[in-house]
Every structure is written in structure tokens, then in C-alpha cells.
């Protein structure tokens, strides 16, 4: 099945904690002059317009990063990623984790990028064309396990997929394990959407099973419309990079920060 497209969720609360995340983790890598390989097995088309009757329908961007930007200083990543994002595609987009990563890397290092679906693919190939990307049309745990371990070897992935397909919350701790297997210094970063009726859980057990000295952050926070299922978002970090769980309890206070009103200047 492939009817998801993330347009009507971008930019919502669970992208400001993965893409956050993604941007201080690719500015950690590139302050060392070795180059690095990126791979992102569930891409989306990249870059996103909330301006969009889509986006605007849904009301997630206007509940996320519409009120979260301001929690981030301006030398953060993030908004380094944000303000970029913008400078280029205009005042209404929304950097994906592909943007992200392609405006976080530099011209040494290697950007692989997998999406399947025949839409969004066709997206993501039209704006990545000026990446240097490697766009792959297929499986993105299939791609994952072809490219591993990859040239270079020192990189990260991220992990990113829809969940629409329930199987996914039995198959990704396989997923993760023979990948590791193959690539045991890459970074892993496993985004997740915490619902209601918690189905993430098992996956969890198995993924703290498999890798115990794995780094779990979440964050929780209320669902934007009647009827959402999604209560919170989480990231499950296989070899953490130093510096990593320091910054994603900085961002858990900034979530935290969420319901308190703006200050004024």
C-alpha cells in the first residue's frame, strides 16, 4: 500500500523532534574533515509547501513548527536548516529530512535517498536533481542492505517509514539487526509515531533487545485534531554519537516549553 504522502504532516510536532535531531547529528559529523555517506531509506519529495491546501487542511504545521520555532536559538542547526530551506524554495516551505541533510553535508560526502512511492519520488527526483543525490525509486530496506557497508563508511542513516503497513512494527528490529551487522559503525536513527493503543511497544522491547546500549528519546504531546491517534513521536539511536543525549534532553525541555506563551521582545 502506498498512499501515504507527508505533505498533509509536514512540519507537525513529531518532524521538529526528528529533523532537530537530524540537524545537530549532520553538524556534530561535518565539523571533522572526513567525508561521510547519508542514507534515508523512507525520503518523501524532499521539500514541502505548508501553504498548501494539504498542509493547511491538517493544521499540524500551524501546531508544530509554527510554534516551536521560536523554543530553537538561531545558531541552532535547525534553524540554519530552516532559514536556508526558505532563502531557496520561498517563505512557506518546510525543509524535509532530505533538504536537511543535503544542506547540512558537503560536496565529499555521499547522499543516498530512497522513496518509493511513484509521486513522490517524481517530487523528490525534480528538487534532489541539484543535490548531487542519489535518488533510488525502491524498497528503502532494500537499498539500505545493497548500499551497506557503504564508501565512506563513517555516516549515518535515517530510518523514517510511514508505519502504514502494521508490519513494520514487527520487521524493523530485523531490519536494524542486519543492517548493524553490515555497517557496525554507522549511526541508525529509527523515527517512530507514539499512538494510542501504544503499538510501538513490542518494537521497542526487541530494538532495546538487540541494542542495549542504544539511545530511546521521546516526546509527548496532544493530538492536534479530534480523532488523531498520534500522542507523541520517538527516535531509537543505534551508536549515538557523543554529545547526542545531552542535546535531545535540551530538546525534550523545549517540548516542554510548548504550552507556555511566547516572550515578548
Given at each position: 500500500?502506498l498512499?501515504y504522502?507527508h505533505?498533509?504532516?509536514?512540519?507537525?510536532?513529531?518532524d521538529?523532534?526528528?529533523?532537530?535531531?537530524?540537524?545537530w547529528?549532520?553538524?556534530?559529523?561535518?565539523?571533522?574533515?572526513k567525508?561521510?555517506?547519508?542514507?534515508?531509506?523512507?525520503?518523501?519529495r524532499?521539500v514541502?509547501?505548508?501553504?498548501?491546501d494539504e498542509?493547511?487542511k491538517?493544521?499540524?504545521?500551524a501546531?508544530?513548527?509554527?510554534?516551536?520555532?521560536?523554543?530553537?536559538?538561531?545558531?541552532?542547526?535547525y534553524r540554519?536548516r530552516l532559514?536556508e530551506?526558505r532563502a531557496?524554495?520561498?517563505?512557506?516551505?518546510?525543509?524535509?529530512s532530505p533538504?536537511i541533510?543535503?544542506?547540512?553535508l558537503?560536496?565529499?560526502?555521499?547522499?543516498?535517498?530512497?522513496?518509493?512511492?511513484p509521486?513522490?519520488?517524481?517530487?523528490?527526483?525534480?528538487?534532489?536533481?541539484d543535490?548531487?543525490?542519489?535518488?533510488h525509486q525502491?524498497?528503502?530496506?532494500?537499498?539500505?542492505?545493497a548500499l551497506?557497508?557503504?564508501t565512506?563508511?563513517?555516516?549515518?542513516?535515517?530510518?523514517?517509514?510511514?508505519?502504514e503497513?502494521?508490519?513494520?512494527?514487527?520487521?524493523?528490529?530485523?531490519?536494524?539487526?542486519n543492517?548493524?551487522?553490515?555497517w557496525?559503525?554507522?549511526?541508525?536513527i529509527?523515527?517512530?509515531?507514539?499512538l494510542?493503543g501504544?503499538?510501538?511497544?513490542?518494537?521497542l522491547?526487541?530494538?532495546e533487545?538487540?541494542?542495549?546500549?542504544?539511545?530511546?528519546?521521546?516526546?509527548?504531546?496532544p493530538?492536534?485534531?479530534?480523532?488523531h491517534?498520534?500522542?507523541?513521536?520517538?527516535?531509537?539511536?543505534v551508536?549515538?554519537?557523543?554529545?547526542?543525549?545531552e542535546e535531545?534532553q535540551a530538546?525534550?525541555s523545549?517540548?516542554?516549553?510548548?504550552?507556555?506563551p511566547?516572550?515578548?521582545?
Amino acid at each position: 500500500m502506498l498512499s501515504y504522502q507527508h505533505l498533509y504532516h509536514a512540519g507537525n510536532l513529531a518532524d521538529v523532534q526528528k529533523h532537530a535531531a537530524l540537524a545537530w547529528v549532520l553538524d556534530y559529523l561535518t565539523r571533522k574533515d572526513k567525508p561521510l555517506t547519508y542514507i534515508e531509506t523512507h525520503a518523501g519529495r524532499g521539500v514541502y509547501d505548508l501553504g498548501a491546501d494539504e498542509a493547511v487542511k491538517t493544521g499540524e504545521a500551524a501546531a508544530g513548527i509554527a510554534l516551536a520555532e521560536r523554543l530553537f536559538p538561531p545558531d541552532h542547526p535547525y534553524r540554519h536548516r530552516l532559514d536556508e530551506a526558505r532563502a531557496t524554495y520561498g517563505p512557506m516551505a518546510y525543509p524535509g529530512s532530505p533538504l536537511i541533510a543535503a544542506l547540512g553535508l558537503r560536496e565529499t560526502d555521499s547522499l543516498h535517498l530512497a522513496e518509493l512511492h511513484p509521486q513522490e519520488a517524481t517530487h523528490l527526483k525534480a528538487v534532489a536533481k541539484d543535490w548531487g543525490a542519489h535518488v533510488h525509486q525502491q524498497d528503502g530496506f532494500e537499498l539500505a542492505l545493497a548500499l551497506t557497508p557503504p564508501t565512506p563508511r563513517r555516516g549515518l542513516m535515517l530510518i523514517d517509514p510511514s508505519y502504514e503497513v502494521k508490519a513494520d512494527y514487527e520487521t524493523i528490529p530485523r531490519h536494524m539487526a542486519n543492517i548493524q551487522r553490515k555497517w557496525n559503525v554507522g549511526i541508525l536513527i529509527l523515527w517512530y509515531p507514539i499512538l494510542k493503543g501504544g503499538a510501538h511497544g513490542p518494537m521497542l522491547k526487541a530494538l532495546e533487545t538487540a541494542f542495549p546500549e542504544g539511545l530511546r528519546h521521546e516526546v509527548r504531546f496532544p493530538p492536534v485534531r479530534e480523532g488523531h491517534r498520534m500522542e507523541g513521536s520517538g527516535l531509537f539511536v543505534v551508536n549515538p554519537p557523543y554529545g547526542l543525549a545531552e542535546e535531545l534532553q535540551a530538546l525534550t525541555s523545549r517540548f516542554a516549553r510548548l504550552s507556555k506563551p511566547a516572550m515578548k521582545p
